[in-house]
């Protein structure tokens, strides 16, 4: 009896794979990209893709292989019968991430070397306080003079920005707020002493609407003559 049940099974399995070159092309996905703008108290965003047989064969799933290794694939159904559908859900994990990130499912059919499609998708994980540049850095043949950090914050999350922390002894900065724009604001920044070697770090505090502290960080670095 337990050869019967292996014997059958070794045939459906040959049976998935022989059909699998001609099942595929009747496979149709509801979409082939997806988006997600995460919150920034969320840790993972999940992203469905359904796809559709309406063939006459059963094809099955082998594996879906992410670019990215925080990005974890579960697969609804691996066999999908005739005129059934099955659901690939791919599960971002945020981690320290953020900004945009873009990264690619391939998906392989048994008795297939090559991915059968290519799903992509697109995660914004927000910038509450945005700062550019985040290093300054003055070489020895840099003119001396203040250089700018401009500071954006995200209106949505981000009710203030109250502290800005760094050594006065060291680094002198100056605020420069955007009339125009009122969640926008500019720092000159300017090193106290251009002749004694400096590696130090601004540290731009706030607080978002849900009570959570939030900061950025910028590396200043001086190397004199």
Do not use: C
């Not at 019967?4 to 070794?10: D, I, M, R, W």
């Not at 496979?27 to 995460?38: D, F, G, P, V, Y």
């Amino acid at each position: 009896m337990a050869f019967v049940l292996k014997f059958s099974a070794f045939i459906t399995t040959l049976f998935l794979v022989a059909s699998s070159g001609h099942a595929e092309l009747a496979l149709k996905w509801n979409q082939t990209e997806a988006r997600s703008e995460m919150h920034p108290s969320a840790q993972k965003t999940e992203l469905d893709f359904t796809i559709t047989n309406s063939g006459d064969s059963p094809v099955r799933i082998n594996r879906v292989e992410s670019s990215a290794g925080n990005v974890y694939i579960e697969v609804d159904k691996r066999i999908i019968q005739p005129k059934g559908k099955s659901t690939v859900t791919a599960i971002f994990n945020k981690g320290k991430r953020v900004g945009k990130y873009h990264e690619q499912l391939k998906v392989y059919l048994d008795g297939r070397e090559t991915p059968i499609s290519n799903l992509h998708i697109f995660v914004q994980i927000p910038i509450l306080i945005d700062v550019y540049p985040q290093v300054l850095y003055w070489a020895p043949n840099s003119l001396r003079k203040p250089r700018t950090l401009t500071v954006r914050l995200d209106e949505r999350y981000i009710e203030s920005t109250d502290t800005i922390l760094y050594d006065p002894m060291r680094i002198s900065i100056t605020r420069e707020d955007d009339p125009d724009k009122p969640n926008v604001y500019r720092l000159k920044v300017l090193p106290v002493n251009f002749n004694i070697p400096l590696r130090d770090t601004i540290v731009i505090q706030g607080k978002d609407k849900f009570g959570s502290s939030r900061e950025s960080r910028i590396q200043v670095t001086i190397r004199p003559q």
